[in-house]
């Protein structure tokens, strides 16, 4: 028998403390040796937005080698699992709050102090979005509510990026799941957006994707702020820029994120992880 522990960690949890708040994930630290199907077959099992594995790094050039997985396929990147496993891995190692994960899509660093893990994105490419029209129908809004060019954005993991007019507007959004999922395509066959607004307190926003055929919606995706970084970026903002991001209100649990651009034009985004959980897997070798 194979015994392989986890962790599970709430990532981008809310600034009182709220256990409950944030984004789920599951870490198994000890990750050498699984294969990709037992991976996918454990993300399966779990059913959480996403789960890391960790295995040591062949070049020595990262601090581990992590791999991602939802309960349907791989992502080569993304934010929430890249903080929750830094700062799994600081903890059980005493890395001194400074981690280097390699993922697929390439190493990122993970700072953390005062309670905050903080990682710095990859520069953006850009690739051009639908027309408005399309947009407005995939996502069930009037086309006049859009307040700026939609692109797609990738500083790890491609998503479309969409600019509302308010909060209200992000809100209202009710995605066709076909017409989404055309819009949203990002060349790998899947569909995923963030839709944002401004707001009093910073940035609102929601994220979408499409799986097993049905639009989901996720707690908070430290990816897709990274990728709104990229958009600032792109559209000229000044820097440096820091607002807040809330995101999750269609799934009622809200994730706090934190943006900052830096004067370099570094992209970073931060968020508070706090641990609730362990458990085993009890599995045939393979």
Aim: glycine content about 12%.
């Amino acid at each position: 028998m194979h015994t392989l522990h986890y962790q599970v960690v709430n990532v981008f949890t809310a600034p009182d403390g709220n256990p409950f708040s944030g984004n789920p994930l599951a870490v198994f630290p000890h990750a050498d040796g699984v294969s990709d199907t037992r991976m996918q077959a454990i993300a399966q099992q779990l059913n959480l937005s996403e789960t890391t594995f960790v295995r040591r790094c062949a070049d020595g050039h990262a601090d581990a080698d992590v791999r991602i997985f939802t309960p349907g396929y791989e992502l080569p990147f993304a934010g929430h699992p890249t903080l929750g496993t830094a700062a799994v891995l600081d903890a059980e190692r005493g890395l001194g709050g400074e981690v280097a994960l390699h993922f697929p899509a390439g190493t990122v660093p993970v700072s953390i102090r005062d309670g905050l893990a903080t990682l710095t994105a990859q520069p953006p490419r850009f690739r051009d979005a639908p027309d408005d029209a399309i947009l407005a129908a995939a996502l069930g809004l009037p086309a006049d509510r859009f307040a700026g060019r939609a692109r797609f954005v990738d500083t790890g993991t491609e998503q479309l990026v969409v600019p509302v007019a308010g909060a209200d507007d992000v809100f209202a959004c009710q995605p066709d799941v076909t017409l989404f999922g055309a819009a949203a395509a990002n060349g790998r066959g899947r569909a995923q957006a963030l839709v944002w607004a401004p707001s009093d307190t910073g940035i609102v926003a929601r994220f979408f994707w499409v799986q097993a055929g049905q639009i989901g919606e996720d707690f908070g995706t430290g990816s897709a702020c990274a990728n709104l970084g990229g958009w600032l970026l792109g559209q000229g903002q000044s820097l440096p820029f820091t607002s807040a991001m809330l995101q999750g209100h269609g799934v009622n649990r809200l994730a706090h994120l934190q943006l900052d651009l830096t004067e370099a034009g570094a992209i970073r985004v931060s968020g508070r992880v706090k641990r609730i959980g362990h458990g085993t897997f009890e599995l045939p070798d393979e």
